[in-house]
């Protein structure tokens, strides 16, 4: 069963109105590298990298918190999970 995860950051902004499935919940100290989850060859995939070139971060990130959320318009539970992105130097 996967886990429905969505994400949030100091860094970043996150645009993602539904949720990422993970096959299993993400742990605290987990490295977590997003673009993965964009499909090859799209503008969306690209737009992130060249955000994360401009913001002079790595594209892994370490989940720092996480927190069980129930989203009730949508009928779906969901983890809520921070990331912290390290400065690419």
Known sequence: MSVKVRFYSDNVEFDFENSVEFPIAPQIGDEVN???FFKYKTSERLEYYNNMDDL??????????????????????????????????
């Open 34 to 36: 997003l673009i993965s």
């Open 56 to 89: 002079d971060l790595y594209n892994d990130a370490v989940v720092s918190q996480r927190t069980w959320c129930n989203d009730l318009d949508k009928e779906e539970v969901y983890l809520l999970v921070k990331l912290k992105y390290r400065p690419n130097r």
